[in-house]
């Protein structure tokens, strides 16, 4: 059976190059036919990757639903750009299409298109403020229903996590806090608070960011629900007091340098907003914003000392089990894995009972990245 061929530019590059003018046939292009269940493995009879309603890509989606996938796809950076890198990742609606340069044991090169359905797909030139209006705002609106809602932000080092959702200016917790602010003046609201506390998760320890990294305890109370205990929590009453709080506890998280990224952050970082009444103290609902350890392969880190292979793979360990408990959970599985690391277990009390989670999944989407790309997307599908 032919195969339709169509042409296609991309740069030299790692196993692979561009048909040149005096070669006979342009590098065809594949569909990906069979796509990969929850454990890697090519699910029967499954064609191609699409997932998440993929029978109308197009239809607008439920804004409030209990968990949301969504992915931002980063601009191409002008490093990239002049090392003749492309973008080989293009968006349709709510479909996203990735061209994977592969070689096949004869040295013939062709592409392999892979495509996925996602609650909502972001371009390179959508903003902090589109990305927020469908993520974040929806949680917002919960949190005042007196509920508790988490959003993440999940992916590759360097694909733009941090910028996305604790940037000091545009991160999608600013504009959140700008909202929540607005809502706290109406009269029906006078009686309420915000409180802020910021901790990070460095392998398998807390340490509170706003307390000289002191470290914390995360227990189980007598409801079932999860308590950070000795947690600082202060009052903000603007969007400024927000980030100069943010700023301080931001100079104490852990980072570090690897092959993947010179300023990697090493541990999963978490914001919690949380609305109380003033005089009882009692929460009313809570916010949380985390932006995720960059995930990333032990080849892509180098020659590096054991502190650092240790990090990646404590990394590497609670992202997995993040995995499991939200796929456990969209399934309506009877048991959710929480106890198999801190970060699901501190995060218990966002996923079960009244609560929303939106994940962020940020992409690069050059081609000598489409590897790292394609398991971030796998990983968002699942």
């Given amino acids: ?60 989606n439920d ?23 492309k973008d080989i990742a293009t968006i349709s609606g709510r479909v996203l299409a990735i061209d994977e340069p592969k070689v096949r044991l004869d040295m013939t090169k062709y592409i392999e298109r892979h495509r996925f359905v996602f609650d909502e797909v972001f371009d390179a030139d959508a903003t902090n403020e589109d990305v927020y209006r469908k993520t974040a705002f929806p949680l917002v609106q ?50 309420l608070g915000v409180y802020i506390g910021f901790y990070e998760i460095y392998q398998g320890q807390l340490h509170d960011l706003l307390n000289n990294r002191k470290k914390l305890h995360a227990r189980e109370d007598g409801k079932g629900g999860v308590v950070v205990a000795g947690l600082k929590e202060y009052e903000i009453v603007n969007v400024e007091g927000l980030m100069q709080v943010f700023e301080y506890g931001n100079h104490s998280r852990s980072t570090g340098s690897t092959n993947a990224n010179a300023d990697s952050s090493r541990s999963h970082a978490i914001m919690q907003l949380v609305l109380k009444n003033r005089a009882s103290k009692t929460m009313v609902g809570k916010l949380s ?39 456990a959970l969209d ?39 489409s590897e790292h790309t394609l398991n971030t997307l796998r990983y968002a599908d699942r």
């Fill in 289 to 327: 914003f985390i932006d995720l350890a960059g995930s990333e392969r032990g080849a892509d880190r180098g020659e590096t000392d054991v502190k650092t292979r240790m990090e990646g793979a404590e990394i590497n360990k609670s992202l997995l089990a993040l995995k499991e408990c939200i796929r």
């Fill in 142 to 191: 919960y949190l005042f229903e007196g509920g508790k809602a988490t959003c993440f932000a999940y992916g590759q080092t360097g694909s733009g996590k941090t910028y996305t959702m604790l940037d000091g200016k545009q991160g999608l917790y600013v504009l959140a806090a700008r909202d929540i602010f607005v809502r706290l003046r109406n009269p029906e609201n006078s009686h």
């Fill in 331 to 369: 399934q309506g599985g009877k048991h959710t894995p929480f106890r198999q690391s801190k970060l699901t277990q501190v995060l218990k009390d966002s996923f079960v009972g009244n609560s929303r989670t939106c994940m962020v999944a940020t992409i690069s989407p050059n081609n000598t990245n």
């Fill in 63 to 85: 804004m409030m639903a209990r968990i949301r996938v969504c992915v931002r796809k980063r601009p191409v950076s002008n490093k990239e750009i002049q090392r003749g890198e």
């Fill in 1 to 60: 059976m032919q195969l339709q061929q169509q042409q296609y530019h991309f740069p030299e590059g790692r196993n692979f190059k561009v048909a040149s003018d005096d070669e006979e046939d342009p590098i065809p292009v594949h569909e990906a036919h069979r796509g990969l269940n929850a454990y890697s493995v090519p699910g029967q009879g499954s064609k191609g990757t699409l997932g998440r309603s993929s029978t109308n890509p197009y239809a607008v």
